[in-house]
Nanobody
């Protein structure tokens, strides 16, 4: 089992940047593919990005391609989401998630473990 704790959220102006971190407990972090999702109150949780256990493969939803970068440090048991050129529509609670599946899942059901989320607010 793995426990996930997100950090790095906050309030930023449009065009600004934030870097989210997700720290994982346990010694088997490198066996998990990781993902970032986001959710606006009253809406479905949506896929943002995913990264393979090795970090060699990544996937992004179209709306963040070229602006967001997912990465991981298996020595620090941490996955990151660098968010640049932020837009008001990026405002949401951001969650990290872990899965033992080998693929880069983009659905909520693909992931087994979730963090509690961190709020990102982008002002116009």
């Amino acid at each position: 089992q793995v426990q996930l704790v997100e950090s790095g959220g906050g309030l930023v102006q449009a065009g600004g940047s934030l870097r989210l971190s997700c720290a994982a407990s346990g010694r088997t972090f490198r066996r998990y593919a990781m993902g970032w999702f986001r959710q606006v109150l009253g809406k479905e949780r949506e896929f943002v990005a995913a990264i393979s256990w090795s970090g060699d493969s990544t996937s992004y939803t179209d709306s963040v391609k070229g602006r967001f970068t997912i990465s991981r440090d298996n020595f620090k048991n941490t996955v990151y989401l660098q968010m640049n050129s932020l837009k008001p529509e990026d405002t949401a609670v951001y969650y990290c998630a872990a899965t033992r599946s080998s693929g880069l899942g983009s659905t909520r059901n693909s992931y087994d473990y979730w963090g509690q989320g961190t709020q990102v607010t982008v002002s116009s």
